[in-house]
């Protein structure tokens, strides 16, 4: 049974240019959370997601940041004209439907730097 | 008033011993709490849930949850060198579409 993916684990933008994350849930996981981790910082909740449906985005930035999980295929977090300000880690998570939501399990995180 | 509140500085204890951890939460209605480990550099790991009133112990773990004050603790007995990690606390927000909320952790040395 594999784990929470997710893709790229390292990824180098340009001020400017687009970054697209990607996360593939656990197998009967159907909740995707993003955190964003800056150093020495706490997980910053950005959103939460179910297939097809946005649950709670009142983390996300309300400019160049969306986020999507489609019936098909992995969950995206994207980053329009990146800035040095989105250097982070991006945390994405899975847990399975109401009863034990909170039992989340974490990918391994994908590194943005914006150069 | 932050939703998961950690407020503690890092935390050194020597081997062998008891390493105490609190978390505060805003939201009165939440009925689940959970604890994560996190090495620096690496993603959290869920180590402990718990639901109900009292303590609950899992190996050198013990959790303890008081809804009345709306606190949760972590101990960590005979405390190891590989214990020395971030530990983050997390609550389920009833009001917040029952997202999960992290407090911004405790890091916890272990000294051999």
């Known amino acids: 049974n594999a784990g929470v993916m997710q893709n790229p684990r390292h990824l180098v933008r340009r001020r400017g240019q687009e970054a697209r994350l990607r996360c593939s849930p656990m197998k009967g996981h159907s909740h995707v959370y993003w955190y964003r981790q800056l150093p020495e910082e706490g997980l910053k909740f950005m959103v939460y997601?179910?297939?097809?449906?946005?649950?709670?985005e009142s983390g996300m930035p309300k400019e160049r940041f969306s986020a999507e999980f489609p019936k098909e295929g992995p969950s995206i977090l994207r980053i329009q004209q990146v800035v040095r300000g989105d250097s982070a880690a991006y945390f994405c998570?899975?847990?399975?439907?109401?009863?034990?939501?909170?039992?989340?399990?974490f990918g391994q995180g994908t590194r943005l730097t914006v150069v | 008033q932050k939703e998961v509140e950690q407020n503690s500085g890092p935390l050194s204890v020597p081997e062998g011993a008891i390493a105490s951890l609190n978390c505060t939460y805003s939201d009165r209605g939440s009925q689940s709490f959970f604890w994560y480990r996190q090495y620096s550099g690496k993603s959290p790991e869920l180590i402990m849930s718990?639901?109900?009133?009292g303590d609950k112990e899992d190996g050198r773990f013990t959790a303890q949850l008081n809804k009345a004050s709306q606190y949760v603790s972590l101990l960590i007995r005979d405390s190891q060198p590989s214990d020395s990690a971030t530990y983050l606390c997390a609550v389920i927000i009833l009001y917040g579409n029952n997202r999960l909320a992290f407090g911004k952790g405790n890091q916890v040395v272990v000294i051999p």
């Open positions: 718990i639901y109900s009133n």
């Open positions: 998570a899975s847990s399975p439907p109401t009863g034990r939501a909170g039992e989340a399990f």
């Open positions: 997601l179910q297939k097809e449906n946005i649950i709670d």
